[in-house]
């Protein structure tokens, strides 16, 4: 991924913050002029000057690059996080986003450099006329601080080893291999190296991958981070079963490793992955060997399932208590219904992108208690954030009262997706036309308004939510389509159209059974397949395990409703759901031409993300021509009391709680 660039005679330096590399182009060929320069660190910014190209990174380092023999001849220790960096007179400046600007002498870089304090985080250089400007940002010390206080309905995951991701106190005590950028928004989707330095491409036709570790990385118990843990961190996911879900997480995520097929039989009682991954204490690097390509494996290595333990960890068994990890916050106390996380006294930020300090001195989270009382202590400020998502509900009257008197403290944010799924391999909808038609039909809006209106849900049309690599806006199913993608109104002359042309005008179609939640869009669907010319009626199971047997089991279910929820930003935790192997019960459809071009799409996320993310892009858009599903909305909102600001939603952590001011 490149994040900046500096222009010579010879040619355009480049700086790549995945590759941890700078590279230099030939300006009008785009050919390179020599091999990517290594920098064993994440790059923030470039200059030219004095002779030399000068590199910031994010650990506090800055390279000094020979421009012809393209090598780096020194590497200057500054300290902080670094962000931007200009030469002017024979003298290179530095800013510094912990709140400081640097100078030293190109010609003498083996001086200390001068610390001027800005008090504000540096954010950006210039020089004009022998003076140098700065440009600053609020100072986050300005904002740490304070108790944050959460309340739900169910505990958080405690143990790295289980737990659905987003879900989860992993995401304040450890870290892993890679991450993501830690910003709410698309920008957040970025993958950024975390405990290694880089993020390495893989070598031997995709099946191996070598990360060199930072060094100095010490856990919140003072164990310094090794290179095994990686290995233990992964074999404790094939050895300990989630209590909830009944089945062990890593071969959900890692059965591509060499030697996971001999841990098939989850959970087994020692996992030996020793082949798989490599670890070389001395180099202070680990390598994955895979069996074959896995185009998601970079994304399932940021999942918690692979965060590093050590030998105190037990190998067999859940974590009560705190779990060791290099994040900022660790557990002090943990009870049935209260867990107390405090700040890490050994936690030293690395890379302020990846990994910021968090702004709360102490963060209590408090569950067993009921949505609408959840609500009540947020309104009341006895509690600083409730969720309003995953199952998490309050009653219809409570929320429209929310929206009226706090709509500044309710956020919409999601990325999930709830549905209308059609079985292809079922009259009616084994014709193409006759489920566009019930996806034009649809009253989106409608059925928005069962669930919370505006503030809690989002109307779309299309499979991947909102800031996921590939997400485009599109919609076909509306009145006026237009090339926003936004959905205006249902289009009933045009479903009816749709309909005649199918051939299957009073065809009997059974909705359901779906689970309960979704009994207002089941009803929904008689009404509008009536109107379409359908014999209509409501299968009233209601029970989930009745209802995922009638779906995924016996695929007898026409039509009906579901919410997806992906684990990983990897576009393919949703449009998976269209290929032939993961088609049964939702689609019921297989199509090898659209396999193949998902498997090309994943095959180049290894080397280029950005052409990966627009081909995604383009698959997104088959799959909803296609109308298996008909999207009706991305759920999820949260509610912050009034004293809550620097509000972020993170696509793959959810809330970032850790960055909320609470002073």
Same mark, same amino acid.
């Not at 950024?192 to 060199?212: E, W």
């Not at 180049?604 to 950005?610: F, G, I, R, S």
């Not at 993170?650 to 909320?660: F, G, I, T, W």
């Given at each position: 991924?490149?994040?900046?660039?500096?222009?010579?005679?010879?040619?355009?330096?480049?700086?790549?913050?995945?590759?941890?590399?700078?590279?230099?182009?030939?300006?009008?060929?785009?050919?390179?002029?020599?091999?990517? +320069?290594?920098?064993? &660190?994440?790059?923030? /910014?470039? $200059?030219?000057?004095? #002779?030399? *190209? @000068? =590199? !910031?990174?994010?650990?506090?380092?800055?390279?000094?690059?020979?421009?012809?023999?393209?090598?780096?001849?020194?590497?200057?220790?500054?300290?902080?996080?670094?962000?931007?960096?200009?030469?002017?007179?024979?003298?290179?400046?530095?800013?510094?986003?912990?709140?400081?600007?640097?100078?030293?002498?190109?010609?003498?870089?083996?001086?200390?450099?001068?610390? +001027?304090?800005?008090? &504000?985080?540096?954010? /950006?250089? $210039?020089?004009?006329? #022998?003076? *140098? @400007? =700065? !440009?600053?940002?609020?100072?986050?010390?300005?904002?740490?601080?304070?108790?944050?206080?959460?309340?739900?309905?169910?505990?958080?995951?405690?143990?790295?080893?289980?737990?659905?991701?987003?879900?989860?106190?992993?995401?304040?005590?450890?870290?892993?291999?890679?991450?993501?950028?830690?910003?709410?928004?698309?920008?957040?989707?970025?993958?950024?190296?975390?405990?290694?330095?880089?993020?390495?491409?893989?070598?031997? $036709?995709?099946?191996?991958?070598?990360?060199?570790?930072?060094?100095?990385?010490?856990?919140?118990?003072?164990?310094?981070?090794?290179?095994?843990?990686?290995?233990?961190?992964?074999?404790?996911?094939?050895?300990?079963?989630?209590?909830?879900?009944?089945?062990?997480?890593?071969?959900?995520?890692?059965?591509?490793?060499?030697?996971?097929?001999?841990?098939?039989?989850?959970?087994?009682?020692?996992?030996?992955?020793?082949?798989?991954?490599?670890?070389?204490?001395?180099?202070?690097?680990?390598?994955?060997?895979?069996?074959?390509?896995?185009?998601?494996?970079?994304?399932?290595?940021?999942?918690?399932?692979?965060?590093?333990?050590?030998?105190?960890?037990?190998?067999?068994?859940?974590?009560?208590?705190?779990?060791?990890?290099?994040?900022?916050?660790?557990?002090?106390?943990?009870?049935?219904?209260?867990?107390?996380?405090?700040?890490?006294?050994?936690?030293?930020?690395?890379?302020?992108?990846?990994?910021?300090?968090?702004?709360?001195?102490?963060?209590?989270?408090?569950?067993?208690?009921?949505?609408?009382?959840?609500?009540?202590?947020?309104?009341?400020?006895?509690?600083?954030?409730?969720?309003?998502?995953?199952?998490?509900?309050?009653?219809?009257?409570?929320?429209?009262?929310?929206?009226?008197?706090?709509?500044?403290?309710?956020?919409?944010?999601?990325?999930?997706?709830?549905?209308?799924?059609?079985?292809?391999?079922?009259?009616?909808?084994?014709?193409?036309?006759?489920?566009?038609?019930?996806?034009?039909?649809?009253?989106?809006?409608?059925?928005?308004?069962?669930?919370?209106?505006?503030?809690?849900?989002?109307?779309?049309?299309?499979?991947?939510?909102?800031?996921?690599?590939?997400?485009?806006?599109?919609?076909?199913?509306?009145?006026?389509?237009?090339?926003?993608?936004?959905?205006?109104?249902?289009?009933?002359?045009?479903?009816?159209?749709?309909?005649?042309?199918?051939?299957?005008?009073?065809?009997?179609?059974v909705v359901g059974p779906v689970p309960a939640r979704y009994n207002e869009i089941a009803g929904h669907l008689v009404t509008i397949l009536g109107d379409l010319g359908y014999d209509a009626t409501l299968d009233t199971v209601t029970e989930d395990e009745q209802v995922y047997e009638a779906i995924f089991d016996e695929g007898r279910v026409q039509i009906g409703a579901f919410e997806w929820l992906a684990d990983s930003l990897a576009p393919?935790?949703?449009?998976?759901?269209?290929?032939?192997?993961?088609?049964?019960?939702?689609?019921?459809?297989?199509?090898?031409?659209?396999?193949?071009?998902?498997?090309?799409?994943?095959?180049?996320?290894?080397?280029?993300?950005?052409?990966?993310?627009?081909?995604?892009?383009?698959?997104?858009?088959?799959?909803?021509?296609?109308?298996?599903?008909?999207?009706?909305?991305?759920?999820?909102?949260?509610?912050?009391?009034?004293?809550?600001?620097?509000?972020?939603?993170?696509?793959?952590?959810?809330?970032?709680?850790?960055?909320?001011?609470?002073?």
């Open positions: 991924m490149p994040v900046a660039l500096a222009v010579d005679d010879a040619g355009v330096w480049v700086v790549s913050q995945d590759g941890g590399a700078v590279t230099h182009l030939d300006p009008r060929s785009g050919a390179t002029l020599a091999a990517p +320069i290594p920098l064993g &660190s994440r790059p923030t /910014a470039v $200059a030219i000057g004095a #002779g030399s *190209v @000068w =590199v !910031a990174s994010s650990d506090g380092t800055v390279a000094r690059i020979d421009p012809v023999g393209h090598r780096v001849t020194a590497n200057i220790d500054v300290g902080g996080s670094l962000s931007s960096i200009i030469v002017t007179n024979g003298v290179v400046w530095v800013a510094d986003l912990q709140g400081a600007a640097y100078q030293f002498d190109a010609a003498d870089s083996s001086s200390p450099p001068r610390r +001027i304090t800005t008090a &504000s985080a540096a954010q /950006a250089l $210039a020089g004009v006329e #022998g003076q *140098v @400007w =700065v !440009a600053t940002r609020a100072s986050a010390a300005s904002h740490r601080g304070g108790t944050l206080r959460i309340v739900s309905s169910l505990p958080p995951d405690a143990d790295p080893a289980f737990g659905f991701p987003n879900y989860h106190l992993a995401s304040f005590q450890a870290d892993g291999l890679v991450a993501y950028r830690r910003v709410g928004g698309i920008a957040g989707s970025t993958l950024l190296p975390d405990l290694a330095t880089s993020i390495p491409r893989p070598t031997d $036709a995709g099946k191996t991958y070598t990360f060199q570790l930072r060094t100095g990385l010490v856990y919140s118990d003072a164990q310094p981070v090794r290179p095994e843990d990686f290995r233990r961190g992964i074999e404790r996911a094939f050895q300990i079963e989630d209590p909830f879900y009944g089945e062990a997480f890593g071969p959900i995520y890692f059965s591509s490793l060499l030697g996971a097929e001999a841990c098939a039989e989850p959970p087994v009682e020692r996992c030996d992955l020793s082949a798989g991954i490599v670890t070389d204490a001395a180099a202070n690097t680990v390598t994955f060997h895979l069996s074959q390509p896995d185009p998601d494996f970079l994304y399932k290595l940021a999942l918690p399932y692979a965060y590093p333990a050590p030998d105190t960890v037990p190998a067999n068994a859940p974590v009560q208590g705190a779990f060791p990890g290099t994040g900022p916050y660790t557990v002090s106390a943990i009870s049935e219904t209260e867990i107390r996380l405090v700040r890490n006294p050994n936690f030293q930020p690395w890379d302020t992108d990846v990994r910021p300090d968090g702004f709360p001195d102490e963060i209590v989270w408090t569950s067993g208690i009921e949505p609408d009382e959840q609500a009540s202590m947020v309104e009341r400020g006895e509690a600083d954030y409730m969720p309003l998502r995953f199952g998490n509900r309050i009653a219809p009257a409570t929320f429209t009262a929310l929206r009226t008197q706090y709509p500044a403290q309710l956020h919409f944010s999601s990325v999930s997706v709830v549905f209308v799924f059609m079985n292809a391999a079922l009259p009616p909808f084994d014709s193409l036309e006759a489920r566009q038609a019930v996806s034009m039909a649809i009253d989106r809006a409608h059925i928005a308004e069962q669930y919370g209106g505006a503030f809690a849900v989002g109307i779309t049309c299309q499979v991947l939510p909102p800031a996921y690599p590939g997400y485009r806006p599109y919609c076909p199913y509306t009145m006026e389509p237009d090339p926003g993608g936004r959905w205006k109104a249902p289009d009933l002359d045009a479903a009816r159209r749709l309909v005649d042309a199918s051939g299957t005008r009073g065809a009997k179609v393919s935790g949703f449009l998976s759901a269209f290929t032939c192997e993961g088609a049964a019960g939702l689609t019921n459809n297989c199509d090898p031409a659209l396999d193949a071009r998902m498997a090309e799409a994943g095959a180049l996320q290894a080397t280029d993300a950005a052409a990966a993310a627009e081909e995604w892009a383009e698959i997104d858009r088959a799959v909803v021509d296609l109308a298996l599903w008909a999207p009706l909305f991305n759920d999820g909102t949260d509610f912050v009391s009034a004293r809550v600001g620097n509000y972020q939603f993170h696509p793959a952590y959810s809330v970032l709680l850790d960055q909320l001011w609470v002073r």
